[in-house]
């Protein structure tokens, strides 16, 4: 059986950009915003299905990441474990961590264990 549809190349956009990996510790000058109509993103991030690069460590972190971090004012990290199957899909939490707490905002996503 073959992978999920949402692993091949044109049913995902691959984020790649180094300002996203956690060890990436931004000023107020150099952040960026995924929020649709922020500053300097007016479409914000799409709706879909988006596959972390190798290069920026493969995998959104999945413990509390400090804000100003990844790029931006409130970094977003998975709460809960990812799938550990190629293939398997599951259901989470991610937080974003802002203003001394881990997680002060949060979104329902579905995570694809893609084998890349």
Known sequence: QGLPSQCLSWNHRVLAETWRQTSQHHS???LHCDKQGAGNN?????PGWHLFSPTIGGRMPDTCTPERHCGTHASGWLKGSHPTLIGEKVSRTVCFSYSNNCCWSQTSVEVINCGK
């Open 28 to 30: 107020n000058t150099r």
């Open 42 to 46: 007016p479409h914000g991030f799409q």
